[in-house]
């Protein structure tokens, strides 16, 4: 079928769920009554190499290191300074050999190329007139690759380049360096793509007056960001089933719907925590109206037959507590799962309506449960708050994504070896994935205000250098991640018990069943049930003053006023004495005179059994495959 307009999501990419970015440029475009259409090549890679390989590469590996990008680099051009190139492969055989992921040099040496060659007569058998690439995390040497393959098969194409590695320097750069690439969008494109093709197809305005682009000859700045989201078209997604349908293990896939409900970070727009990524357009915070976001998860369901959704979101918009979670509570979908990153201030109602609207997981932004890093990190949360939304989220059955970050400039050393005392109170609570080192992402005030807030010797990781032929200026605005030395920093030795702790609390967790601190109410009392490996006992009783003590700290809560108001009503010595219990048996977590309860109430889990992975998943292989030996 001819399309005047092809969009590609080149690989590395999951191939369970596609770019809520081009499915919402493909409904832009259809909308206008272009005909486009969206090749989803990553799916194609996925069918060539292995569906368990590709997610091995899209979802396990470490972003900075580029391995999709190494996979494809050498159809792109020449490489970087031998050293880079040298190192750059020393760390990535590192890593798949600590993973166990096999196979991948062939996939360079063998694959990469042919593929490339069949995605650009694949795309060029449609004679597009403008082929667009929108690139995130590891997509962009392929894209590079097949971009410059198009073009040597039909020059007059033009191609467009946009998404997360575009923006800023970074899309400006890629521009200067590789002349497959006619024109850029360094920032959104909701709009600007549409003109664009409007412009190129059909004559109607200036194609290069178009704001946000960046082209051979020049440019014009962004737009400021599209303020009303309702104005997004709801993603069309079409293309991707029909593709992933053709897969050859197509029935092992449970794919997820990305879906948008706001863009840019409430809280970052104050106070821009010191790690994060987002650019200043970016975070500005834009929400779409409750009713829209119910109309397009609605509208998503019926389209696809899906109930598994992962908002895009980097945080929920207060605003959609009520206007979405409340209605989707009062309507339940027996299989709705839902995903999203959300600020761990939210109290427990609010953790509560989420569980009851469907969410199943939830990505908190915990990073740290020491309020000194936290601090210097301005995450607006303390060790209590981010403890207090963990303990309702395992009460109420909601799952939690979160790692430990360390590494940021003037942290105090002693602090890991506090949390690794922390970590036997709260073994029934949900662990982290692991301890995470700090990264310098582009746009984050580390990156930006780098010398100020502590780091030296800030330079691109070497990926960038190994994989691009460029001088170390244009090196230097390809990147997005970078590394440096943080002063004051804790070092590696400082971190060996929190290491262990870690261990052995996500041990805990792959047991048959997590290790439950929980209870029930006897009369005025609560009888617990204790599984830490702290527990004096398997089985305790509180009594009516403890267990009044205990509610009362649900919360965080000033210690010495909570006790004062328990001695009111069963007296001083009862009230100090509750005070006592609670503190031996490590039921309550205190930080200076704040404390909180880690009792979880029991019985009151809101997740249905049996819900969806939000993100999609991939079932085993049911036999050995034919294809199984691409990749070996
Ligand atoms: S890390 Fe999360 S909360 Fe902080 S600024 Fe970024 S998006 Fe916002």
Not at 49 to 66: F, R, S
Not at 122 to 131: F, S, T
Not at 408 to 430: C, K, S
Request: a neutral charge; glycine letters at 10%; one cysteine or more.
């Amino acid at each position: 079928m001819r399309a005047d307009i092809v969009l590609c999501s080149a690989p590395v990419m999951s191939v369970l769920r596609p770019s809520v970015g081009i499915g919402v440029l493909h409904a832009a475009l259809a909308a206008r009554g272009h005909r486009v259409e969206t090749l989803h090549l990553n799916l194609d890679f996925a069918n060539l190499v292995g569906l368990d390989l590709n997610e091995q590469l899209a979802e396990q590996t470490p972003a900075h290191l580029l391995i999709g990008d190494w996979v494809f680099a050498r159809c792109v051009g020449r490489p970087g300074p031998a050293l880079a190139v040298a190192r750059h492969e020393r760390e990535i055989t590192a890593l798949l050999a600590r993973r166990g992921i096999g196979g991948v040099p062939r996939l360079r040496e063998a694959v990469a190329a042919p593929f490339v060659a069949a995605a650009a007569e694949k795309i060029l058998a449609r004679r597009p007139r403008i082929v667009g690439f929108g690139t995130m995390f590891q997509q962009t040497m392929a894209s590079l690759a097949i971009a410059k393959a198009v073009k040597a098969g039909d020059p007059s194409v033009v191609v467009v380049f946009g998404g997360a590695n575009c923006h800023g320097p970074m899309g400006s750069a890629l521009l200067r360096t590789y002349r497959q690439v006619d024109r850029v969008f360094t920032g959104e494109a909701d709009t600007a793509f549409p003109d664009l093709a409007d412009a190129l197809l059909r004559g109607i305005g200036d194609a290069d007056a178009i704001a946000g682009q960046l082209y051979r000859d020049g440019g014009v700045p962004d737009d400021p960001p599209l303020r009303k989201l309702d104005q997004v078209p709801i993603p069309d997604y079409a293309d991707y089933f029909t593709q992933l349908a053709m897969l050859d293990e197509a029935d092992r896939v449970a794919p997820s719907l990305p879906f948008e409900s706001s863009r840019g970070c409430w809280w970052g727009q104050k106070h821009h925590c010191t790690f994060c990524g987002l650019n200043a357009e970016g975070i500005v915070f834009r929400a779409k109206s409750s009713r829209r976001v119910l109309e397009e998860l609605s509208e998503l369901t019926v389209r696809h037959g899906i109930d598994r959704f992962s908002a895009t979101d980097n945080i929920l918009a207060p605003a959609h507590i009520d206007g979405v979670m409340r209605p989707l509570a009062a309507a339940p979908a027996v299989a709705r799962s839902l995903f999203y990153e959300i600020k761990a201030n939210l109290n427990e109602a609010q953790t509560a309506l989420l569980a009851d609207a469907g969410v199943t997981q939830v990505q908190p932004g915990i990073e740290s449960l020491s309020d000194d890093i936290l601090a210097i990190m301005r995450k607006g949360v303390d060790t209590l708050l981010n403890l207090r939304l963990m303990r309702n989220c395992r009460e109420f059955g909601l799952g939690v994504i979160w790692s430990i970050l360390h590494g940021f400039p003037g942290e105090p050393a002693h602090a890991y070896d506090a949390m690794a005392a922390l970590v036997p109170l709260i073994e029934h609570l949900p662990p982290p994935t692991g301890l995470s080192p700090l990264r310098l992402d582009r746009f984050s005030p580390n990156f930006e205000d780098a010398e100020r807030l502590g780091f030296v010797e800030v330079r691109p990781v070497v990926a960038y250098s190994a994989l691009h032929d460029a001088p170390a200026a244009v090196i230097a605005d390809l990147a997005y991640f970078f590394e440096g030395r943080a002063k004051g920093a804790a070092g590696e030795g400082d971190l060996l018990r929190l290491r262990g702790a870690v261990a052995t609390w996500k041990a805990r967790w792959e047991e048959e069943a997590p290790p439950a601190l929980v209870f029930a109410r006897v009369e005025r009392g609560m009888l617990v049930k204790d599984e830490r490996t702290v527990a004096a006992s398997e089985l305790q009783y509180l009594g009516p003053a403890s267990a009044a003590l205990a509610d009362r700290l649900r919360n965080p809560g000033h210690l010495g006023g909570a006790v004062e108001a328990v001695a009111k009503e069963h007296g001083a010595a009862a009230a100090d004495g509750a005070m006592r219990e609670l503190l031996d048996r490590h039921f309550i977590v205190v930080r200076g005179d704040t404390a909180l309860s880690l009792l979880v109430e029991g019985g009151r889990r809101r997740v249905r059994a049996g819900s969806g992975n939000p993100f999609g998943g991939l079932a085993p292989r049911a036999a050995p495959s034919a294809l199984a030996g691409v990749a070996s």
